[in-house]
């Protein structure tokens, strides 16, 4: 019912900054919660950052202060600015959508990867 494509992924060095995109089409519910999440080998998938429909958004220790979640509501995309990244940033990243009070509502982009290393 939901599709997630994202882009921005790439290498980049260590206190530089990049931008990760997640555009949802498909059956779309006003009340969801998009985010990203992020996985490396041999780790569980964490959570980084979510933001509500309603604008709530919530971060993981490890990237407050760093990056910024954003939505852009009229083209169904969320945004993920990084800024500072540091090589533990590096990983999977996997854009989330999940809607409230919707039974079965919890779809993932394929990933983007982003690396930081110099």
């Known amino acids: 019912q939901v599709q997630l494509v994202e882009s921005g992924g790439g290498l980049v060095q260590p206190g530089g900054s990049l931008r990760l995109s997640c555009t949802a089409s498909?059956?779309?519910?006003?009340?969801?919660?998009m985010g990203w999440y992020r996985q490396t080998p041999g780790k569980q998938r964490e959570l980084v950052a979510t933001i509500t429909s309603g604008g709530t958004t919530n971060y993981a220790d490890s990237v407050k202060g760093r990056f910024t979640i954003s939505r852009d509501y009229a083209k169904n995309t969320v945004l993920l600015q990084m800024n500072s990244l540091k090589p533990e940033d590096t990983a999977v990243y996997y854009c989330?959508?999940?809607?409230?009070?919707?039974?079965?509502?919890?779809?993932w982009g394929q990933g983007t990867q982003v690396t930081v290393s110099s």
């Open positions: 989330n959508y999940n809607a409230l009070l919707r039974p079965g509502s919890n779809y």
């Open positions: 498909g059956t779309i519910f006003s009340l969801n919660t």
